[in-house]
């Protein structure tokens, strides 16, 4: 099986394309991309073809479209977008905040920072400031406010093109989001808006039940645990909430229905900044 991708990012629709064609008898997969941009990937699997790397920007032509524009376009161009917008993805497991942050990144060429992902390239490629965080890890303790800022600096300031951001996974509390609106401001940026994905806890429950069928995740596989992990969620969210609605900053979106219907809920919500 030859999967062929116009361009690889992140990686993740690529893995999912993997694991789908992985339930079947496939003798051998190949991957091929016309684009390919190495500062962003994921590396989980090996790029077997590649027409053109390039950097971490947001391109449009060639059939590559920008919000349903550009696709015609008989050469390649760079997006060149003024308007920076700046997103905190609010979710409680299985809310689906990966899956739309992809959507949204695409749509408004921003560029989607997890904190999970930047922990562990971080530690992976054995970076100072991911041997700091490990140290901290390996013996059980919280890493420290000022070292996740410090990775999430990095990133923010490794990718000056952006057309603004999505932050996943941080900030988890008021402190955190003090911290990011001040780092932000040192770079005459701010917080637009922070959305959260709203679901019913028992249909985040079989969602994540379902998910670790197929991931074999041990953490989505016992419903006390996921239930805990709703807990741990709401305790430290409520606070988080009344600190962005008191900047007319904090929305709520429906999170049930297909990827497509809540996409176009968090559009309405972007689209109005």
Do not use: C, W
């Not at 690889?8 to 690529?14: P, Q, S």
């Not at 990827?259 to 309405?268: G, K, P």
């Amino acid at each position: 099986i030859i999967i062929l991708e116009d361009v690889i990012d992140t990686g993740r629709t690529l893995k999912k394309l993997v694991h789908l064609f992985s339930q079947t008898n496939a003798k051998e997969f190949k991957i091929a991309s016309l684009f390919y941009k190495p500062d962003i990937y994921n590396g989980e699997y090996t790029i077997d073809y590649v027409g053109m790397e390039i950097p971490d920007t947001f391109i449009v032509g060639y059939g590559l479209d920008y919000n349903e524009l550009g696709r015609n376009l008989r050469a390649v161009y760079q997006l060149n977008q003024t308007t920076m917008i700046n997103l905190v993805l609010f979710g409680k497991p299985g809310a689906g905040k990966g899956t739309q942050a992809d959507v949204l990144k695409e749509k408004y060429n921003l560029k989607h920072i997890s904190t999970g992902d930047v922990f562990r390239y971080n530690i992976k490629n054995g970076t100072e400031l991911g041997t700091l965080a490990k140290s901290y890890m390996d013996k059980g303790d919280l890493v420290p406010d000022e070292v996740t800022i410090d990775m999430l600096k990095q990133e923010v300031e490794k990718n000056p093109d952006a057309a603004g951001f999505i932050f996943d996974g941080f900030p988890r509390t008021t402190a955190q989001a003090e911290a990011l609106d001040n780092f932000l401001d040192s770079k005459d940026m701010q917080i637009n808006a922070t959305i959260a994905l709203e679901a019913e806890d028992d249909i985040l429950v079989a969602r994540l039940l379902e998910r670790g069928k197929q991931s074999g995740r041990t953490d989505d596989q016992d419903e006390s645990k996921i239930r805990n992990r709703f807990d741990e969620y709401n305790q430290k969210t409520a606070p988080l909430k009344d600190y962005y609605e008191k900047q007319d900053k904090f929305y709520s979106v429906n999170g049930i229905g297909d990827i497509s219907e809540i996409s176009e809920r968090l559009s309405q919500v972007i689209d109005k900044l």
